[in-house]
């Protein structure tokens, strides 16, 4: 077993997943961050998460590649059209096509896999049931579903050495996740959320991603350090 | 809906998923055969999966890259030696080094991400639970939690439209699927299950695959169409 306790940290280079790196680490865990590119349209989310894993002290950050583009399916990976100024109802009444089909179980696998060799006793995964803009899988019900599977996939449940998935901001709002960030002294400009950025990595301000960061912060009182596009559309469809 | 019913069948090359996408098959499924490069000393399982998902009949055949080497952790992805010649006592003692950390776990999560795309209603595996050499991830219990997990990962589960993980040799002896296999017409010799084959493809005759398909086709009082490089110790062995 390892000296220090070892979490296997999944890292998407967003505002989520570097808060739950700043708590795994604030509980003295050793992290090992894990990031993909997935034929996402954007390389900008594996550098924001390269960027973050250094400024929060990682012990080793991996990034792998899992083309996802195979299958089709998602405005994400293919071809569709990432949809711009919604309104939070409109967000939650359907599971949208930026949904990736599957995405968070092929990760939370190869999670499992590293988490296996690092004989780890965690993976830490940045979902959020709240503001979970309608993907199955950032439900509390199927992290808890995963943690199950991972305990009878593995020799360390087979041996009785169990694994927990912790999701820590399951519950939390946008704005009590920034606070949270902030209080651990994450530097949000590091990240990135929006789902269709330009070309010089700017936030298009109109994606699901980028309007609820924006509300998030302005219930927070604090102005998101990172660049927009169009920061004043994004506003107005909030206001 | 598409008009027939479809499944995704993980398909290695091997007897026991040849056998499985045969049962498939039978059923009236379309299958949509998966297969994966996984970093594995050999492309020898690669082009049986193709001959045999040609010989079978799919819809279509994927094949993947999957990296494991990253991770480390198992002889048929590292440097660590495959061992020959061990009793079926001594495979079922332990967790065996050709163990594949999460293997299972991330094939059956890419299948589940093109079972969503294509609609299908079921995944097919070949694993099996009586030959299954230590797996953990090989068990009937594994096998209900992965299917409780993709019906509450996916939109056809949110929808109420349910997916199933079927694994119909998970109870079978290694000769009740060979006779299941030549009733349903499955051309063995297009199949290989060796973990430590030769260049020229022959199998070594001394690995637990080797071991546990030779006894199965000695069982079944049928000679195994496939290469060995030394027969004769296999059996012995078995002897």
Known sequence: ????????????????????????????????????????????????????????????????????RRFGGSALTGGLEVPKGRSVEEMQQSIPVTYVPARNTIMLAYALAWAEVLEAQSIYIGVNALDYSGYPDCRPEYIAAFERLANLATKAGVEGRSLRIEAPLITCSKAQIIRQGLELGVDYSLTTSCYDPAPDGAACGGCDACLLRLRGFAECGVADPIRYQRLATGLNKEN
Chains 1, 2 share one sequence.
């Open 1 to 68: 077993m390892p000296l220090q306790p070892r979490a296997v940290v999944l890292l998407s280079g967003g505002l989520d997943s570097a808060t739950t790196l700043a708590i795994a680490r604030s509980r003295g865990l050793e992290c090992h961050a894990l990031s993909f590119r997935y034929g996402q349209r954007h390389a900008v989310e594996v550098e924001a998460a390269a960027r973050v894993a250094r400024s929060l002290g990682v012990a080793q950050h991996l990034v792998l590649d899992i083309d996802l």
